[in-house]
C-alpha cells in the first residue's frame, strides 16, 4: 500500500455523503488543503469553504445543492462530490450517485442520527456503491470505538468493518493504529500523522483489532479463514487485496477514523480511496455501459448561472469528450458542446476535452436534462440510469408580488426545477394558483430565496386552498327560466330539471327525458352546459358532485329561443334549486403512509390523533431493520404542515406518502367556520 505509483484506474469520482452536520463540507475542505488544491481549509461557520458556497447555504449554514472539486494525489485526480446531509435535499445525491466509483459517508457517534444514516446506506446498498464510513470527530468520542460501531451497525446490511483502532491518552484520542498496515499513528494538527512506536497496550489491543478485522474478511475468503484457524500469519499484501475485493463487491463498509475540522485523519482516508476504491471502468460495468468506442457520459446536475448560462454537470464514463462535439442524449434531444469547465468548487477552469473517468461541466446543452445520458455517437444511447424524485410531502401557493413579473416567475419556476427535479409546479384550475411542491419547508424556503436573489422575483406565498366540495341530501323539482326582451330579437328559455343526490364517489349525471319537443333537440346540450357552469360554485361557495340533473320539460320560443337563453335558464334553475336540496359540506380525506423509526411510532400516532386522523394500524417497514408504517386516513385540511411536525418528532428522518381516498360530509361548527373562511377569502 505504501508504493507511490500511479493507480491505473484513472480520474476518480467520490461522493462525500452522510447525515445532517456530520461534517461531509468539513471533510472536503480538510482533503482539498492536505492535497494541496487550497491553500487551508476554510470554514463552513465563517462562509469561507469551498463546499456549501451558495448565498442560500452560506446563510443557513447547511448543504442544500451538492459541490464537485477536483484535486490530485499521489498523482492521481479525485473530483469529490460534497452532497448535502438533509433529507430534504436529498434528490442532489440521489441523482448523483449512480456516476461515483465510491463513497465516503461521514458519521459520528450520535444515535439520534442513525435513522438518517440508514437511509444513506440503504441507497448505496441498492445501487451497487461501494463505500467507506469515516467515523468523524473522534476527538471529541466519549465512549470506546467498538461501542460506537456496535451503535451504527444496525444501519448497515454489511459489516462495518474497523480498520482502525484509536491510541487513548486518557479521555483523549491522540492517534490511531492501522489494523491493515500494523503502524501506529499520532495525530498533529493540520499536519501529516507521525508514525510512532507501536508497542505494549496499544499493541495487545492491535492484535486483538486486527484478528476481528480478519475474521470478518475471512467469511468471504476461505484461505484466509485457513490461516486463520492453521494460526498462520496471512501476508500483509493478501490482506490488502482482500479489503480491496470485499470493498468492491459490497461485501464489507470499512470503518476508518478522524478528525476533519482538526485534518486528522484525512490522508489514511485518501490512501484508502486511492488504493482500494475502483475506478471508471467498473462504474461503467456496473452501469452496463457496453459500447465503449464513443465518448458516454451521466449528466447527474443542471445549474444555471445568473450570466454563464446552463451548465451541466457530468461524469464522462467512456471514451473522450471534445468541446464543440454534438451529443446525443437518452431523451432524444441534441446539443453542442460550448465549454467544457474543471469542475472545483465554484473555480472553473476551460479545457479542451475531457477523458473517461472525468467529471466536468459542460456549457450550453440546454436540451439536456439532469439523469440524461449522451453521446458522441450518431444515435441517442440507452439511458444508464433513471431517478425518479421522492414524492413531495410540503406545498405552498406563490404569486408574483408585482403582476408584470407573472412571465419572469414561470421562466424562473422552470429553471429551478431543471436544477432541482424534487421541486415541481402545478397549477391549480379552479382556483388559477401556482402551487409550489417540495420536501420540507427549508426546500421551500430556499427556493422562494433562490427567486429573488437569482431571478430577480419578489413573490408572496400561502397555504394552498383544500379542494373542498358540496352535494345535496334532497331531490327537487326546479324549473329555471330566461326571458329578455331588449327590441329585435329577445331571450326565451325555459326548463323543468329533476335534481337528486348520487351516491359518495359516483359523480355529476346529466340526463334527457324530454317528450313531444319541449325542448327542441338542438337546445338539449346547452342546457346541460348551463348545468355545469351552476355546479362550478354551489349555494356553500365550492363545486358542487354527486348528484343527478334531468331535464324534464320546459318550452321554447320559435323566435327568442336560442343556445346562450336555455344555457342561462339550465343554471338559473339549478342555482335556485340547489339551495332547496339541503347542501352540505365534503372535504378532502387522504389515506397517508409514514415511515418512521420504531422508537417514535408512538408520537406519530399522537400526531396523527391530534390532526384528526383515524390510525388503520401500523407494521415493521418491509426490508427496514427498526423502522415502521404507520397506515391512516386523515383530511387534506390537516396534512398541510404535517412533515414539520414528523420530522422535528424523528430527528429529521420521518416522511410519508399519501393518496386521495374518498370524500366525507363536514357538518356542524366545523363547515360554518370553513365556509365564513372561504367567503371571507373570495
Same mark, same amino acid.
Given at each position: 500500500m505504501g508504493q507511490d505509483v500511479r493507480s491505473p484506474r484513472g480520474p476518480r469520482c467520490i461522493a462525500l455523503v452522510g447525515p445532517f452536520q456530520s461534517g461531509k463540507t468539513t471533510l472536503l475542505e480538510a482533503i482539498m488543503a492536505r492535497t494541496g488544491a487550497i491553500k487551508s481549509a476554510g470554514s463552513v461557520d465563517a462562509g469561507t469553504s469551498v463546499g456549501d458556497a451558495s448565498p442560500e447555504a452560506r446563510q443557513h449554514k447547511i448543504g442544500v445543492g451538492l459541490t464537485a472539486a477536483t484535486t490530485t494525489f499521489m498523482g492521481d485526480s479525485y473530483t469529490l462530490i460534497d452532497c448535502p446531509g438533509s433529507i430534504e435535499f436529498a434528490h442532489d445525491m440521489r441523482a448523483a450517485l449512480p456516476a461515483v466509483d465510491a463513497a465516503v459517508v461521514v458519521c459520528e457517534a450520535d444515535e439520534k442520527k442513525l435513522p438518517q444514516l440508514q437511509i444513506i446506506l440503504r441507497e448505496l446498498e441498492e445501487l451497487g456503491i461501494p463505500r467507506f464510513l469515516f467515523l468523524n470527530k473522534i476527538d471529541r468520542a466519549n465512549k470506546r470505538v467498538r461501542e460506537t460501531l456496535a451503535t451504527l451497525q444496525p444501519a448497515s446490511r454489511v459489516p462495518l468493518v474497523l480498520r482502525q483502532i484509536p491510541i487513548w491518552n486518557g479521555d483523549l484520542i491522540e492517534g490511531f493504529v492501522d489494523l491493515a498496515l500494523e503502524r501506529a499513528f499520532v495525530y498533529r494538527e493540520h499536519k501529516p500523522s507521525e508514525v510512532v512506536a507501536l508497542e505494549g497496550g496499544n499493541l495487545d489491543r492491535e492484535k486483538e483489532a486486527r484478528f476481528s478485522m480478519l475474521e470478518k474478511l475471512a467469511d468471504h475468503d476461505d484461505a484466509l479463514m485457513e490461516q486463520l484457524l492453521e494460526d498462520i500469519r496471512p501476508p500483509r499484501d493478501a490482506v490488502f487485496d482482500d479489503l480491496a475485493r470485499e470493498l468492491r463487491e459490497g461485501l464489507i463498509c470499512p470503518v476508518l477514523l478522524g478528525a476533519a475540522s482538526r485534518e486528522n485523519g484525512v490522508l489514511r482516508l485518501m490512501k484508502a480511496l486511492r488504493h482500494e476504491a475502483p475506478g471508471v471502468t467498473d462504474t461503467a460495468n456496473r452501469l452496463g455501459v457496453k459500447d465503449k468506442k464513443d465518448a458516454l457520459a451521466y449528466v447527474f446536475k443542471t445549474v444555471h448561472l445568473q450570466h454563464g448560462g446552463k451548465l451541466s454537470l457530468a461524469r464522462v464514463l467512456a471514451g473522450r469528450l471534445d468541446d464543440g462535439a454534438t451529443l446525443q442524449s437518452s431523451s432524444g434531444e441534441t446539443g453542442r458542446i460550448s465549454g467544457i469547465l474543471a469542475v472545483s468548487g465554484t473555480h472553473d477552469s476551460k479545457r479542451p476535452q475531457a477523458e473517461a473517468g472525468e467529471t466536468v461541466a459542460l456549457g450550453k446543452l440546454d436540451a439536456v436534462k439532469t439523469g440524461d445520458t449522451v453521446s458522441s455517437g450518431k444515435t441517442a444511447p440507452a439511458s444508464l440510469v433513471k431517478v425518479e424524485p421522492v414524492a413531495a410531502v410540503l406545498s405552498i401557493s406563490i404569486a408574483a408580488t408585482d403582476r408584470k413579473d407573472d412571465v419572469k416567475l414561470g421562466q424562473a419556476l422552470l429553471r429551478l426545477n431543471e436544477e432541482d427535479?424534487?421541486?415541481?409546479?402545478?397549477?391549480?384550475?379552479?382556483?388559477?394558483?401556482?402551487?409550489?411542491?417540495?420536501?420540507?419547508?427549508?426546500?421551500?424556503?430556499?427556493?422562494?430565496? %433562490?427567486?429573488?436573489? @437569482?431571478? /430577480? &422575483?419578489?413573490?408572496?406565498?400561502?397555504?394552498?386552498?383544500?379542494?373542498?366540495? =358540496?352535494? *345535496?341530501?334532497?331531490?327537487?323539482?326546479?324549473?329555471?327560466?330566461?326571458?329578455?326582451?331588449?327590441?329585435?330579437?329577445?331571450?326565451?328559455?325555459?326548463?323543468?330539471?329533476?335534481?337528486?343526490?348520487?351516491?359518495?364517489?359516483?359523480?355529476?349525471?346529466?340526463?334527457?327525458?324530454?317528450?313531444?319537443?319541449?325542448?327542441?333537440?338542438?337546445?338539449?346540450?346547452?342546457?346541460?352546459?348551463?348545468?355545469?357552469?351552476?355546479?362550478?360554485?354551489?349555494?356553500?361557495?365550492?363545486?358542487?358532485?354527486?348528484?343527478?340533473?334531468?331535464?324534464?320539460?320546459?318550452?321554447?320560443?320559435?323566435?327568442?329561443?336560442?343556445?346562450?337563453?336555455? %344555457?342561462?335558464?339550465? @343554471?338559473? /334553475? &339549478?342555482?335556485?334549486?340547489?339551495?332547496?336540496?339541503?347542501?352540505?359540506?365534503? =372535504?378532502? *380525506?387522504?389515506?397517508?403512509?409514514?415511515?418512521?423509526?420504531?422508537?417514535?411510532?408512538?408520537?406519530?400516532?399522537?400526531?396523527?390523533?391530534?390532526?384528526?386522523?383515524?390510525?388503520?394500524?401500523?407494521?415493521?417497514?418491509?426490508?427496514?431493520?427498526?423502522?415502521?408504517?404507520?397506515?391512516?386516513?386523515?383530511?387534506?385540511?390537516?396534512?398541510?404542515?404535517?412533515?414539520?411536525?414528523?420530522?422535528?418528532?424523528?430527528?429529521?428522518?420521518?416522511?410519508f406518502t399519501r393518496q386521495f381516498d374518498r370524500m366525507a360530509e363536514v357538518t356542524g361548527r366545523a363547515a360554518d367556520q370553513i365556509i365564513a373562511a372561504h367567503r371571507d377569502a373570495a
Open positions: 427535479p424534487s421541486l415541481t409546479m402545478i397549477q391549480n384550475p379552479r382556483t388559477h394558483d401556482t402551487v409550489l411542491w417540495g420536501q420540507g419547508e427549508m426546500h421551500l424556503r430556499v427556493a422562494q430565496e %433562490r427567486l429573488k436573489d @437569482r431571478y /430577480g &422575483v419578489n413573490v408572496k406565498s400561502h397555504p394552498p386552498a383544500i379542494g373542498y366540495q =358540496e352535494t *345535496i341530501r334532497k331531490a327537487i323539482t326546479q324549473r329555471g327560466r330566461h326571458k329578455k326582451q331588449s327590441g329585435g330579437h329577445g331571450q326565451f328559455g325555459d326548463v323543468v330539471l329533476d335534481i337528486k343526490p348520487k351516491p359518495r364517489g359516483t359523480g355529476f349525471e346529466f340526463h334527457e327525458k324530454v317528450v313531444g319537443g319541449a325542448v327542441p333537440r338542438n337546445y338539449i346540450g346547452a342546457v346541460e352546459e348551463g348545468v355545469v357552469d351552476a355546479l362550478a360554485r354551489g349555494p356553500l361557495g365550492f363545486p358542487v358532485i354527486d348528484l343527478d340533473v334531468t331535464l324534464t320539460d320546459g318550452s321554447y320560443h320559435s323566435v327568442d329561443s336560442s343556445d346562450l337563453a336555455f %344555457r342561462t335558464a339550465a @343554471r338559473v /334553475g &339549478v342555482s335556485e334549486g340547489l339551495p332547496q336540496c339541503q347542501p352540505v359540506l365534503l =372535504e378532502p *380525506i387522504h389515506l397517508v403512509e409514514i415511515f418512521c423509526p420504531n422508537e417514535a411510532t408512538a408520537k406519530v400516532n399522537a400526531i396523527l390523533s391530534a390532526r384528526r386522523g383515524q390510525i388503520l394500524g401500523f407494521d415493521t417497514r418491509e426490508g427496514w431493520s427498526g423502522w415502521d408504517c404507520v397506515r391512516a386516513t386523515m383530511p387534506e385540511s390537516e396534512i398541510g404542515d404535517l412533515i414539520v411536525e414528523l420530522r422535528s418528532a424523528t430527528a429529521g428522518a420521518g416522511t
